[in-house]
């Protein structure tokens, strides 16, 4: 057999794990791999921050089920992935790192920009491995992405960049570019026990959560069955439509009075497929069926009474099948409270104002937003305004859900776009978490990535002000020095429009949905619009 480099193994594997595109930057320390895709058809996303590239990889995997992949550098790069790492690793989404290192015969050495990068990724990842000769890397590419897949999570791979181009033989496969999902069925004894509380109950509430992703179907007949009012956690808001009329919304900090009053009221809690950390916003006592894939998170944020281990799909249709006729009267009630709390949101956002407010600003996104969008939401004030005031029919939702970190929503927007070529992107962001990681709307430009980026400018971090406010301090160091982000857009090769009334908000949508550029929507909103 004769020999290839091991880099050119790694690209040809990456092709049969179906990786399109990776995000990353050149340096000296992966200057080998980037010849060997050089050569190749996988498509390299050159971003202007390792950041950037880590957070969409992790969205893109959140939005397909497919691994995303990364690539840095050794010391700076490798330090630049970790939030973005992180990001997946705390929404359990599968991502793929590879990481340079110093050359192999300086390892250990304290050479320039090396670091002991297998402890600096310990606690981000589920496999974390140095490649200790080319023989190795193939086989360990292979294990990496499989534990990224199974574990639900990061893999990170360091590599010396000498070892891509050393020339190997691999005369015996050890091992393949396969993963076989498994299918998980819950125990009819589990089933039973659920069924019991399910019959007995008189006020259910399903509280459904990401597990939802494939089994939205089976959440609303198992509704419809039960006569229970659905909450969807916000990793699940789309999955379940908001134009349902069994769906309540979201529920706490960013949630809906009728969500919140069906709760307290629950004499049954149905935990479908969400693992919802906030005790406070639960029952005082009320009885729970928790429905999940992973066995350890049964009962972990409220005392599950039975616990069923299976995919939620299969689960609901069994439950569903099975349950007799149930009572309306809880439903109806909250069915009306929803109608209600819908004719609030509509006269908030219907309402004149001389300044812009964020609800308005929503409303005309809805109005432009088509049915098959993908919305990239960022972190803070705008993710509470979005949780309540847009309505997602079918729409998909990315998001940073359990870190929260700010400057996730251009990257989600970015990952967005490549998974979806045709797909309309928009991106919900405000001044504090764009100009985070801005410098990649350039990267936007440079793909030929079209996509709406709508700013929301108050000069504040207002979800923090407001925090501050309840936390009955005075308000200190939130306010942010203004940046004309139009100007930017522009600057970077896009489109930008400063939008300061509804009128002029409408004009720039209408020409941001229309143009085959990336757009930013430099939208003024109320400085004092609190959102807490």
């Avoid at 639960?282 to 009885?287: E, N, T, V």
């Avoid at 400063?498 to 990336?518: G, M, N």
Wanted: hydrophobic share 40%; proline share 5%.
């Amino acid at each position: 057999m004769f020999e290839r480099t091991a880099g050119s193994h790694v690209v040809e594997l990456l092709k049969q794990w179906d990786v399109g595109h990776i995000y990353g930057m050149p340096g000296d320390s992966i200057n080998e791999l980037m010849e060997e895709l050089r050569k190749e058809d996988i498509r390299f996303i050159q971003i202007r921050h390792e950041e950037t590239g880590a957070l969409a990889a992790s969205a893109y995997s959140k939005l397909t089920g497919h691994i995303g992949v990364c690539l840095s550098i050794a010391g700076p790069g490798a330090i630049h992935l970790q939030n973005g790492l992180y990001d997946a690793k705390k929404d359990k989404t599968p991502v793929l790192a590879i990481v340079g290192q110093v050359t192999s015969s300086a390892v250990g050495t304290d050479t320039f920009q090396e670091l002991k990068l297998e402890s600096m990724f310990e606690d981000v990842s589920v496999y974390n491995r140095r490649v200790q000769n080319a023989e190795q890397l193939p086989d360990m590419l292979n294990q990496a992405v499989r534990a990224a897949y199974a574990e639900k999570g990061p893999a990170v791979l360091v590599v010396s960049d000498d070892l891509f181009s050393t020339k190997i033989k691999r005369e015996q496969e050890m091992t393949s570019p396969e993963y076989s999902v498994p299918h998980i069925r819950a125990a009819e004894e589990d089933l039973q026990e659920a069924l019991k509380l399910l019959e007995s109950a008189k006020k259910p509430v399903i509280l459904a959560g990401k597990g939802a992703q494939n089994a939205s179907g089976e959440v609303l007949a198992f509704s419809e069955k039960l006569k229970a009012p659905i909450i969807a956690s916000l990793p699940a808001k789309g999955l379940i439509p908001d134009d349902y009329p069994n769906n309540l919304g979201q529920l706490g900090q960013l949630g809906t009075e009728p969500s919140e009053q069906a709760m307290k009221q629950a004499d049954l809690v149905i935990l479908a497929g969400t693992a919802y950390p906030y005790r406070e916003y639960l029952p005082d006592k009320a009885p729970a069926i928790q429905i999940d894939l992973e066995p350890r998170v049964i009962g972990k944020y409220y005392p599950a009474t039975v616990g069923v281990v299976g995919e939620l799909g299969p689960a609901l249709a069994w439950l569903t099948s099975k349950l007799g006729e149930k009572d309306a009267g809880f439903l109806n009630q909250f069915q009306e409270k929803r109608r209600d709390w819908h004719d609030k949101l509509h006269a908030d956002i219907d309402k004149q104002t001389d300044m812009l407010q964020p609800q308005q600003v929503l409303g005309e996104i809805q109005h432009i937003m088509e049915r098959d969008a993908v919305v990239s939401l960022d972190v803070g004030s705008i993710t509470i305004w979005t949780a309540k005031y847009l309505q997602l029919t079918g729409q998909k939702l990315v998001l940073s859900s359990w870190l929260g970190t700010m400057g996730c929503g251009l990257p989600g927007a970015i990952a967005a776009k490549l998974a979806y070529p045709e797909r309309q992107v928009v991106a919900i962001v405000g001044d504090g978490g764009f100009s985070m990681g801005m410098q990649d709307f350039v990267t936007a430009v440079k793909y030929e990535l079209p996509m709406v980026v709508v700013v929301f400018n108050n000069q504040k971090l207002q979800l923090i002000e407001d925090e501050q406010k309840m936390a009955g301090n005075k308000p200190a160091h939130v306010e942010l020095a203004n940046i004309d982000f139009a100007a930017f857009a522009i600057a970077c090769g896009g489109e930008g429009y400063t939008v300061k009334t509804r009128a002029e908000l409408q004009d720039a949508l209408s020409k941001a949905k229309a143009s085959k550029q990336p757009v930013v929507i430099d939208a003024y909103v109320d400085d004092n619009s609190s959102v807490l």
